[in-house]
C-alpha cells in the first residue's frame, strides 16, 4: 500500500461533494438551517480500509431493520459517542468493534472527513478514514447488521451518480441520488460522506 505522505494538507471539497448526492428535500432543509447546527447531537463514522487479497477495500454495513429514519439503510460503521469515549474519533473505533468486531485500539485516522448534518436525525456527523495495515476477521454483530459489505476502493472510486427509487424503508417511494454497489443502494448522508472519500481516492495513492 502506497498512501499520499501529504494527507493532512489535502484540501477536500465539502459540500460541494456532498451536494453530488444530496436529495432534493434535503437541499431545501439546509437552506432554512443555519450551518452551526446548535442544538444537534453528535455522531461519529469510520471508512475502514484494509487489504484483501492483496487489494484494499473498505467495509459498509446494511442496518438491521428498526423503528427508526434509518432503518434498514446501508451505512458506515458508527454511532453516537458513550461516556467511555475520549473523542468522536474513539467513538467511531468502539462502534466499529462493536459493530464488525474488528479493534484498531492504537490506530490514528488518516484523514478526517467533512463533518456532515443528517435534518432527519437531527445528528451531526463526523466520518473519519483510517487504514489498517493487515487483514481482519470480521464478527459483524448480528444484532445491527444485517450484512457486511465489502467493496474494493478500485470499484468504489468508479461508481457513478445515479436516480434510484427506495423500495423499503420510512422513505419508500422516493427517488433520491445514490451509488450502486451489486444490489445496494447507497443513499443519504452515506454517499455524500463517500462522495467526498471519492474525491479523496482520485487525488491519492492509496488504491
Same mark, same amino acid.
Given at each position: 500500500?502506497?498512501?499520499?505522505?501529504?494527507?493532512?494538507?489535502? *484540501? @477536500?471539497? =465539502?459540500?460541494?461533494?456532498? &451536494?453530488?448526492?444530496? /436529495?432534493?428535500?434535503?437541499?431545501?432543509?439546509?437552506?432554512?438551517? %443555519?450551518?452551526?447546527?446548535?442544538?444537534?447531537?453528535?455522531?461519529?463514522?469510520?471508512?475502514?480500509?484494509?487489504?484483501?487479497?492483496?487489494?484494499?477495500?473498505?467495509?459498509?454495513?446494511?442496518?438491521?431493520?428498526?423503528?427508526?429514519?434509518?432503518?434498514?439503510?446501508?451505512?458506515?460503521?458508527?454511532?453516537?459517542?458513550?461516556?467511555?469515549?475520549?473523542?468522536?474519533?474513539?467513538?467511531?473505533?468502539?462502534?466499529?468493534?462493536?459493530?464488525?468486531?474488528? *479493534? @484498531?485500539? =492504537?490506530?490514528?485516522?488518516? &484523514?478526517?472527513?467533512? /463533518?456532515?448534518?443528517?435534518?432527519?436525525?437531527?445528528?451531526?456527523? %463526523?466520518?473519519?478514514?483510517?487504514?489498517?495495515?493487515?487483514?481482519?476477521?470480521?464478527?459483524?454483530?448480528?444484532?445491527?447488521?444485517?450484512?457486511?459489505?465489502?467493496?474494493?476502493?478500485?470499484?468504489?472510486?468508479?461508481?457513478?451518480?445515479?436516480?434510484?427509487?427506495?423500495?423499503?424503508?420510512?422513505?419508500?417511494?422516493?427517488?433520491?441520488?445514490?451509488?450502486?454497489?451489486?444490489?445496494?443502494?447507497?443513499?443519504?448522508?452515506?454517499?455524500?460522506?463517500? *462522495?467526498?472519500?471519492?474525491?479523496?481516492?482520485?487525488?491519492?495513492?492509496?488504491?
Amino acid at each position: 500500500m502506497d498512501c499520499v505522505s501529504n494527507v493532512k494538507d489535502f *484540501s @477536500l471539497p =465539502g459540500k460541494q461533494a456532498h &451536494l453530488r448526492t444530496m /436529495p432534493k428535500e434535503r437541499k431545501k432543509q439546509l437552506e432554512n438551517l %443555519s450551518k452551526e447546527h446548535p442544538n444537534a447531537k453528535y455522531a461519529a463514522v469510520l471508512i475502514y480500509c484494509y487489504p484483501k487479497n492483496g487489494i484494499m477495500h473498505m467495509s459498509l454495513i446494511k442496518r438491521t431493520t428498526y423503528k427508526g429514519p434509518h432503518s434498514g439503510q446501508i451505512s458506515l460503521p458508527g454511532g453516537k459517542p458513550e461516556a467511555v469515549d475520549k473523542s468522536l474519533w474513539h467513538t467511531a473505533l468502539r462502534e466499529c468493534k462493536e459493530e464488525l468486531g474488528v *479493534s @484498531l485500539l =492504537g490506530s490514528k485516522p488518516l &484523514l478526517n472527513l467533512s /463533518p456532515i448534518y443528517i435534518p432527519p436525525s437531527n445528528f451531526l456527523v %463526523s466520518p473519519f478514514v483510517v487504514v489498517d495495515p493487515s487483514s481482519p476477521v470480521f464478527a459483524p454483530d448480528p444484532r445491527e447488521v444485517a450484512q457486511h459489505i465489502e467493496i474494493p476502493l478500485s470499484e468504489l472510486i468508479q461508481l457513478k451518480v445515479k436516480q434510484s427509487l427506495l423500495y423499503e424503508g420510512v422513505f419508500k417511494g422516493t427517488t433520491v441520488p445514490s451509488y450502486i454497489y451489486e444490489e445496494h443502494t447507497i443513499w443519504g448522508a452515506t454517499a455524500m460522506i463517500l *462522495s467526498e472519500f471519492k474525491f479523496f481516492l482520485e487525488h491519492c495513492a492509496l488504491i
